[in-house]
């Protein structure tokens, strides 16, 4: 049996200390400080009151809490899995005594107020994330007068970064603790998302106030909030008012981090991170006055060495290509025949093109692999909430469909020709029609280049009509490169495909698959109840699903109930559930494992998300604002890379080169979750799958490679 290759040892190691989006927190010995200046308070509900709870509307959580804003005027946070009912957790001065709380559990006009009862608690009794949510609010309640006017939120609050203070539409990022509770210390999480607010009037929400939530934009340390008024505030409210809002099938948008521009040289500030990092330090900076002990999570990391190695794309045999497209007549197909018989690719040192060659649907070789053109992807048929697409209502069927049911044998790929985004299209034919990059059709020898410049002495229109020229020759070269990238990974997923329908040449012509030869047969992967293992040097594929697929996980492996136990165990949150809960179920299909013998690992996309480091960026900026903080020193780990522990048993994939400008969403920390022995150099034959950059063209892929080659494979049965 073949070993695991030792890890390869870089030339030079980087390493770096990686600050995320977490608190570690430590609650004091002597509760003095707290409960010399507060009481904590109990609003439990009653049985009766409790049923009524659960079996009420959507609506009754925002009645219920924005009634408790109206009456009273202290911050407070709703825990509804509370035992042995819901309660309302409250802070008051420390002398004060609560007002009896009356409320109508049900019509006002047909039944009457009952009183919710209070109880005082010591610290002790409260859950920690209870507490720590609590304090929260107080964090942000006690900090000044503006502060206590109103509470931001219960358990989260929003933080503007982008958009005029006067205008229709801002967006904000919500800020939203999650506690991991543990015996001694505890760790908080600050997840970030970004959220559209729309100015509204205040004289249309007022009969509605009730309802919901409604803020005010206010400054505080240098950052602007949004700062939720009380419901019996907003009808006669003489300021900007805020309402969230959603837009269907539209998540709105806001870097993880931005590296600021000459123009824009503040645009660093609209940085989500950045507004990590300062609610870390003002949450640090507070609770330390109560007695906690709170510490910016870091965690040491080192730079893994790329793999070199690719895919031998040189070995398909030539590749039909089919017309697919519903636009057939504006762009010939024989012009993307001719650039796709142009088109290179690199395999190590050396150049190569594919033979490519048109054919009509009907004439497909099942004994070749296929690439169909598209010009119009999912989006256009079915939106993300499941509404019909621009396409669908005007009437278009989906060929991509119509010829994936015909060809279900034929080793296919798709690629989209049309470089349109359907989200900025409301007519289908207009969407539908599109030119062919430049590059499809370069220009004949001694034809005159395209003006790259205007001379000095041009009127007015020829001006214009020069700058016209200049974009349109941009906005060719643009799309050109993005079909060409495009085509790279339809290249790729191709061959993996060939390879995985087993009709790659033979293995003494050099590995199909990298860094997969030399792994041994006792190695398997699994996710989404597949299982792929090898067998002869040849790719196996296994449905868990199924009877005979159970059996040979037990055999080869462990045993499907065993694995079941060892992810389920590890989640506090899924181990209360029957093993059939839906839930449970449903997180079980997409959770990765990787099988050695015997041994589980399971991999874990924690809540850490590596931060830029901060503190050397603001020095940065605050010397020169349209300074680049491009450095090791400055991005951390977004400079690329693949970055794990010295121990190897936590990693994170950032990008194969440094951050240029933006990084649109922060890198998550992956944990590698062990049941059994592992050696070290098992962890680093599974790290080195993470450093591969043809499945994600040019970029590294956030779980091992072989979890690709399971997502293709259930493609190419789905179809």
Request: contains cysteine; proline residues 7%; glycine residues 4%.
């Amino acid at each position: 049996m073949a070993t695991s290759p030792s890890p390869a040892k870089p030339t030079s190691v980087k390493e770096t200390m990686v600050a995320t989006n977490q608190l570690h927190i430590t609650p004091p010995t002597d509760w003095a400080a707290l409960l010399g200046k507060y009481s904590l308070w109990r609003y439990q509900l009653s049985d009766e009151q409790n049923r009524f709870r659960k079996f009420a509307d959507v609506r009754f959580f925002s009645r219920f809490t924005n009634d408790y804003k109206n009456k009273f005027d202290q911050p407070f946070y709703f825990f509804t899995f509370d035992q042995p009912g819901a309660s309302l957790y409250t802070l008051l001065p420390a002398d004060a005594v609560p007002r009896p709380w009356l409320y109508h559990f049900g019509n006002p006009q047909e039944v009457a107020p009952q009183e919710i009862c209070s109880e005082r608690v010591s610290p002790d009794e409260l859950r920690p994330h209870v507490l720590l949510k609590l304090l929260l609010a107080l964090c942000f309640y006690e900090n000044g007068p503006s502060e206590r006017d109103r509470r931001v939120c219960q358990s989260k609050f929003y933080l503007r970064v982008k958009g005029a203070a006067n205008g229709k539409y801002l967006t904000a990022v919500e800020v939203q603790p999650v506690v991991e509770e543990r015996h001694a210390s505890h760790t908080l999480t600050i997840k970030v998302e970004a959220n559209t607010f729309e100015r509204i009037e205040p004289e249309k929400a007022g009969s509605y106030a009730h309802l919901g939530a409604f803020y005010e934009l206010f400054e505080s340390r240098g950052y602007t909030y949004l700062r939720q008024l009380r419901p019996n505030q907003v009808a006669t409210f003489t300021r900007e008012l805020y309402q969230q809002r959603t837009f269907s099938g539209k998540r709105t948008q806001a870097d993880w981090h931005h590296n600021g521009s000459a123009k824009h040289p503040q645009q660093y500030q609209e940085s989500r991170s950045y507004q990590v990092r300062h609610v870390q330090e003002r949450l640090q900076s507070f609770l330390t006055r109560y007695g906690f002990s709170v510490t910016l999570a870091e965690e040491l990391m080192q730079r893994q060495k790329p793999s070199k190695e690719t895919l031998p794309l040189h070995r398909l045999p030539t590749v039909q290509v089919v017309d697919n497209r519903l636009n057939q007549s504006t762009v010939p197909a024989a012009d993307y025949l001719k650039w796709l018989n142009a088109h290179p690719f690199t395999q190590g040192k050396t150049t190569h093109t594919l033979p490519f060659e048109l054919v009509p649907a009907d004439k497909v070789d099942a004994t070749r692999p296929l690439l169909a053109l598209l010009d119009a992807d999912r989006p256009a048929f079915e939106t993300t909430d499941r509404q019909l697409g621009l396409l669908a209502l005007a009437g278009h069927q989906d060929p991509y469909r119509i010829l994936y049911q015909k060809l279900p044998a034929v080793v296919k790929q798709s690629l989209n020709v049309n470089p349109n985004e359907v989200e900025k299209y409301t007519v289908a034919e207009d969407f539908l029609r599109y030119d062919a990059p430049a590059a499809l059709a370069p220009p004949e020898a001694g034809a005159a280049p395209e003006p790259t410049a205007a001379p000095a002495a041009e009127a007015v229109p020829e001006l214009e009509e020069a700058k016209q020229a200049r974009l349109k020759v941009a906005r060719e070269a643009k799309q050109a490169k993005a079909l060409a990238l495009k085509l790279d990974v339809c290249l790729s997923e191709l061959w993996l495909k060939w390879v995985i329908a087993g009709k790659a040449a033979a293995p003494g012509e050099g590995s199909n698959l990298p860094l997969l030869a030399d792994l041994p047969t006792d190695w398997g992967f699994v996710t989404n109840n597949w299982l792929l293992y090898f067998e002869a040097g040849a790719l196996r594929f296994a449905d868990l699903d199924t009877l005979e697929g159970k059996k040979l996980l037990k055999a080869r492996f462990t045993s499907w109930s065993e694995l079941k136990q060892h992810f389920l165990s590890r989640q506090p949150k899924y181990a209360s559930l029957e093993p059939t809960d839906e839930k449970a179920q449903s997180a079980l299909r997409k959770a990765h494992f990787v099988l050695v013998g015997s041994t589980v690992l399971e991999l874990e996309q924690t809540e850490a998300i590596a931060m830029p480091n901060w503190p050397v960026i603001k020095l940065l900026k605050a010397a020169e604002p349209s300074a680049s903080a491009k450095s090791l020193a400055a991005l951390g780990v977004y400079v690329g890379g693949v970055w794990a522990t010295p121990q190897g048993h936590r990693y994170l994939v950032s990008g194969a080169t440094s951050s240029q400008v933006a990084e649109a969403r922060g890198h998550h920390v992956y944990e590698i979750h062990p049941c059994g022995p592992v050696s070290a150099t098992q962890l680093a034959t599974l790290r080195s799958l993470l450093t591969v950059t043809f499945v994600r063209r040019n970029q590294f892929t956030v779980w091992p490679y072989p979890f690709d080659l399971l997502r293709l494979h259930q493609e190419m049965v789905a179809n």
